[in-house]
């Protein structure tokens, strides 16, 4: 990739540096101003663990935006990450309703589809992204429950789209998720994501992979988010089964399931939901053109074996 030789040193230290600098700094003003998670009977850690530390995704990705922006190209995602890691970043310090929440999401989204030009498609097909979209944001923000998978699955997903769309702002994205992973992909987490690390991720990633689908119309760049999808997905439908109120905070994904059921080391989780997930995506880059079936046989099988997994899971 003649982008990757084009990226200098100055490229590839800057970011890391700056990701550095962001997350200490951050670190003194979270134990400052007490912006600690301490645990229960849900958590899967056992000490009080700084909160937020995600804060570094969102500002990564918006200042090379604002370096890299011409002609409004992106200001509509740009401003739409700040929204929506703003209020993820309050709510983390002090629990806001869940209607300014959805507002913002709802607003946020809105603007990446009005850039998009997705206003023009029918009605149908904008409220299906839009509700997609949002469901997605939640779906990626529940996943972010062990130590690593957020850090992991991202950094998968970040490489995957820089390598598909050649975008600088998935660099500086990489080395703010290298920098929070030195820290989080550990027995004992120094900190965590937090909502404002999750929610920045999830529409970021959403905002890019829409643009990939629009622009080469391959609905299947969706399968990018595949195995979170399938964790969320089968999780809610077991627990609608279940009669359990979905919106409530549970530990019924598969990922806490084999790190807190099973005592499968969460790293080891982590590390594997990242690779399956990786897998997936070589077959996506691999096959998009010549044989989207393989790409449909690959889902179904991994779709198979998770159902497997979870049904020899006793809880």
């Not at 829409?210 to 299947?220: A, N, R, T, V």
């Not at 074996?305 to 979870?310: A, K, Q």
Request: glycine fraction near 6%.
């Amino acid at each position: 990739m003649d982008i990757i030789r084009d990226l200098g040193i100055k490229e590839i230290v800057l970011p890391l540096g700056l990701a550095y600098l962001i997350i200490m700094l951050y670190f003194r003003i979270a134990k400052k101003y007490n912006i600690i998670d301490k645990p229960n009977e849900r958590s899967s850690h056992l000490e009080p663990t700084i909160r937020g530390a995600g804060i570094i995704f969102p500002i990564m990705y918006i200042l090379v935006g604002l370096r890299e922006l011409t002609f409004l190209s992106d200001s509509f995602v740009l401003i739409g990450v700040f929204i929506v890691a703003a209020v993820s970043f309050i709510d983390d310090i002090k629990p806001l309703p869940n209607r300014v929440r959805i507002v913002a999401h709802l607003v946020s989204v809105l603007l990446v589809l009005w850039q998009q030009n997705l206003f023009d498609y029918n009605v149908g097909i904008l409220v299906l992204v839009l509700i997609l979209f949002i469901g997605i944001l939640n779906a990626y923000n529940f996943m972010d429950g062990i130590n690593g998978i957020t850090g992991v699955y991202s950094l998968v997903l970040a490489s995957t789209l820089f390598y598909i769309t050649e975008d600088v702002k998935m660099v500086w994205l990489i080395c703010g998720l290298l920098v929070f992973s030195y820290f989080n992909f550990r027995k004992r987490a120094l900190c965590f994501s937090g909502d404002v690390g999750a929610v920045a991720l999830a529409f970021i990633f959403c905002a890019t992979i829409l643009g990939l689908i629009l622009s080469d119309e391959h609905w299947e760049w969706i399968f990018l988010l595949g195995i979170y999808g399938i964790d969320s997905v089968v999780t809610i439908l077991v627990r609608l089964y279940k009669k359990e109120n979905i919106f409530k905070a549970h530990r019924s994904h598969l990922y806490q399931l084999l790190s807190n059921e099973l005592k499968i080391p969460q790293l080891r989780v982590s590390a594997f939901y990242g690779v399956i997930q990786l897998a997936l995506n070589v077959v996506l880059i691999n096959f998009m053109d010549d044989a989207p079936e393989i790409i449909y046989a690959s889902f179904g099988v991994i779709l198979l074996v998770y159902v497997i997994v979870r049904r020899r899971i006793k809880v």
